[in-house]
């Protein structure tokens, strides 16, 4: 009988999780699948993206809402640090809400679309709102759903290009799991600044790492979820600070919101939020691969410890030290953010079930869906953006 996630289908059909658990599980195939997908159709996306990329003063925006907006501030520290390109993090739900707070019309622009449907209208509206306010945009769509809006309007413009997730990536359950990483890879893949054969070989080793680790982690993270935490914290500097915040969302949404989430850095986190910390608080670090970086996440899983206030304190880095260790020791941040991310899933996923929930749609009433509803988007009648100085 099929299983996923040490659990059978029946009991999983039984308990509302089917598609979380098999999305959760799916991901490293489906990244080797990406992976070689991108290698047959270098030939059509690359001489796209390089014209682009070529571009002088070329500002990249990597967009989305919710989860598809934190890969984008998941990656746009990694990936600007890596290549020196001007690479920003700006959600969708901050571009509709104030256009000219966000797009700059003196500088050309590459807006990088991350949309599971494809459909959420603010993904919509902020790829029209950045046409009618900028007078040199191309845009990057990075989607799961061929039949989305996004997708449909890659096909009629040659300012855009669209990248289709492999089939399966347009998850079906409430959270998205495998469609994050899977945009998170593709763009990782064509801004990252890699050779196409070192990208296969970091995705290999990850993807053989993951799924060893999805034969060992989900039982610690179901003795995890049944210790009746009340809070959980992720922590991550850099890059790993939008993966922590990924995290925190995805335990808030698959737990109902009966959990009550955070995300910061290890610097930041002093500042006043670790007050939140206390004897029913699960504290994640995740440690970057960086030397500099790491001394900071050092110094505080350390005060931690010492402090002995957090019920539970789990690190999880690329070394033996960690309470989990993700053993890449040549990997970039970018990289180990992929076992990090699934860890995460993981977690929030038996933390779903542990509170009696069904984790493929936790909010049976409604109050909150899939794809967002409920939002009316606005006309733009004001004025152009200010093209001076």
Same mark, same amino acid.
């Given at each position: ?12 059909? !039984? ?11 799916? $991901? ?8 070689? $997908? ?32 934190? %890969?984008?501030?998941?990656? %746009? ?19 509709? %809400? ?37 007078? +040199? ?6 989607? *799961? ?6 997708? $449909? ?33 593709? %763009? ?13 070989? =970091? ?6 790492? *993951?799924?060893?680790?999805?034969? $060992? ?53 002093? =500042? @006043? ?5 206390? *004897?029913?608080? *699960? ?14 996440? +050092? ?17 999880? @880095?690329?070394?033996? +030290? ?9 990997? !970039? ?16 996923? !038996? ?39």
């Amino acid at each position: 009988m099929m299983r996923y996630l040490d659990r059978t289908a029946d009991w999983l059909a !039984e308990h509302g999780a089917t598609h979380t658990a098999r999305e959760i599980a799916q $991901q490293p195939r489906l990244w080797r699948e990406l992976i070689a $997908q991108l290698g047959a159709q270098e030939p059509d996306w690359r001489p796209w993206l390089n014209k682009v990329l070529k571009t002088p003063n070329l500002r990249i925006v990597l967009s989305g809402a919710g989860t598809s907006a934190f %890969a984008g501030r998941t990656l %746009a520290p990694l990936l600007r640090e890596r290549t020196g390109r001007r690479i920003e993090a700006i959600a969708t739900t901050d571009i509709v %809400a104030d256009p000219l707070a966000w797009l700059d019309p003196r500088l050309p622009t590459l807006l990088v679309s991350f949309a599971r449907s494809g459909n959420s209208p603010e993904s919509v509206a902020a790829v029209e709102l950045a046409d009618q306010l900028l007078p +040199d945009c191309h845009h990057l769509v990075l989607t *799961c759903n061929p039949d989305g809006a996004l997708a $449909q309007r890659a096909r009629t413009g040659e300012r855009t290009y669209a990248v289709l997730m492999p089939d399966g990536a347009n998850d079906q359950s409430f959270a998205m799991t495998s469609s994050f990483s899977c945009m998170y890879l593709a %763009a990782l893949t064509l801004l990252g600044g890699h050779a196409l054969s070192d990208v296969r070989n =970091h995705v290999e080793e990850v993807a053989r790492l *993951c799924e060893a680790r999805l034969r $060992q982690w989900p039982r610690l993270a179901r003795d995890l979820a049944d210790r009746g935490l009340r809070r959980v914290v992720y922590l991550g500097s850099s890059g790993l600070a939008g993966l922590a915040e990924e995290a925190a969302l995805k335990l808030l949404e698959l737990s109902a919101g009966r959990i009550a989430t955070r995300f910061d850095s290890p610097l930041g986190v002093r =500042h @006043g939020p670790k007050f939140m910390i206390d *004897c029913d608080t *699960c504290v994640v670090m995740f440690m970057s691969s960086q030397p500099y970086v790491r001394r900071y996440d +050092d110094d505080f899983h350390t005060e931690l410890c010492r402090d002995d206030i957090a019920r539970r304190v789990i690190a999880l @880095g690329p070394d033996g +030290d960690e309470t989990l260790a993700v053993p890449l020791p040549d990997a !970039e941040d970018a990289w180990l953010a992929l076992p990090y991310l699934l860890f995460a899933q993981l977690f929030a996923f !038996e933390c779903s079930l542990a509170q009696g929930l069904t984790p493929d749609n936790p909010c049976p009433t409604g109050e909150v869906n899939r794809v967002v509803q409920g939002v009316t988007i606005h006309p733009w009648r004001g004025p152009k953006a200010c093209v001076n100085g």
